[in-house]
């Protein structure tokens, strides 16, 4: 029973602390977390930045700074690369916001956490994919803004590994003599991605598998 009531106590005094430790925390008024998360940010402490604006937005959700608070957190996760966290916040902040001002630097930044994830030809080239359908979805919702201007080079940049990343899968399939899913790829690439140096490649490269192809019916043809 002594075990039992000493554990209760400690219970109760650790729970004390931490409600005052709250209670002090929130101490502090809408307009000085927004100054401290500002200050954080500023200083490129972004953990404590999204700190101070997620506590902004808790305690006080209905101040003039929770909107700014919503935006910097998510900002505060892209510069820390935090990227899948980023895109969360940046799209919360549309479903909730999709009036505001904003939303364009929003949809680029989502766009952005997509293209700083690129890699090399030979990854996945889902970012690449996701990276140019925001960039794209920019474009048509807000065609005359700034962000759509530079967003046209980007689009080319995910062109450009999104062929490649076709173009890898095709050449190891002509390398391991999988000729017909080369043939394929290859086609596929002249098909969507014209004009590209990619296109050139598999262009020339169609007429060689198709050799290939044929060689090899009728080498089967013959047995």
Not at 8 to 36: D, P, R, T, Y
Not at 38 to 60: G, P, Q, V
Not at 170 to 194: D, G, P, S
Request: aromatic share 12%.
């Amino acid at each position: 029973m002594k075990k039992i009531l000493i554990a209760g106590l400690i219970f109760l005094l650790l729970s004390g602390c931490s409600l005052f430790e709250e209670e002090h925390q929130m101490n502090k008024n809408a307009q000085q977390l927004a100054a401290e998360g500002a200050a954080s940010f500023m200083n490129e402490d972004y953990a404590d930045a999204i700190k101070a604006y997620t506590d902004l937005k808790d305690w006080y959700p209905f101040s003039k700074y929770a909107i700014l608070a919503e935006l910097k957190v998510a900002d505060a996760h892209f510069q820390l690369r935090e990227y899948p966290e980023a895109i969360a916040a940046y799209e919360s902040f549309e479903r909730m916001h999709p009036k505001n001002e904003a939303v364009p630097y929003i949809i680029n930044q989502i766009a952005m956490c997509w293209f700083n994830q690129i890699d090399t030809i030979d990854r996945d080239a889902t970012p690449s994919k996701k990276a140019m359908a925001e960039f794209e979805r920019l474009i048509r919702l807000f065609p005359e803004n700034e962000y759509s201007q530079e967003a046209l080079a980007h689009i080319d940049a995910c062109i450009d590994n999104i062929a490649g990343h076709e173009l890898y899968i095709a050449n190891f399939y002509n390398k391991t003599k999988e000729y017909k899913a080369a043939l394929k790829r290859y086609q596929y690439i002249v098909e969507n991605y014209a004009g590209t140096d990619q296109s050139q490649i598999a262009l020339e490269k169609i007429p060689e598998v198709s050799e290939q192809i044929k060689a090899i019916e009728s080498d089967n043809k013959k047995k």
